[in-house]
Nanobody, 123 residues
């Protein structure tokens, strides 16, 4: 089992920045990639970004390319999501997740999930 603890959400004005953190523990040797997803009220959970556990590859949704950056810290078993130029439409609960599968953009491919952290962007 993998335990994920995500944090770093908050309230920010449009154009501002936030950094989300996710710390993994447990059977991390089974992880192929870590991803961030988000879910706004009344909407389905959507892919935001992912990084392979090795850190060699990153993936982004078109809606966040050029604004968000995902990164890894091997020593801390951590994954970060740096979010810049935030927009009101980025408002959602953000979840980190881990997967042992190579298709990293589908939420149903992920095995373990953090508890979620709220990001609210005011206009």
């Amino acid at each position: 089992q993998v335990l994920l603890v995500d944090s770093g959400g908050g309230l920010v004005q449009a154009g501002g920045s936030l950094r989300l953190s996710c710390i993994a523990s447990g059977r991390t040797f089974s992880i192929y990639a870590m991803g961030w997803f988000r879910q706004a009220p009344g909407k389905e959970r959507e892919f935001v970004a992912a990084v392979t556990w090795s850190g060699s590859s990153t993936y982004y949704a078109d809606s966040v390319k050029g604004r968000f950056t995902i990164s890894r810290d091997n020593a801390k078993n951590a994954v970060y999501l740096q979010m810049n130029s935030l927009k009101p439409e980025d408002t959602a609960v953000y979840y980190c997740a881990s997967t042992s599968r190579v298709i990293v953009t589908r939420p149903d491919n992920y095995d373990y999930w953090g508890q979620g952290t709220q990001v609210t962007v005011s206009s």
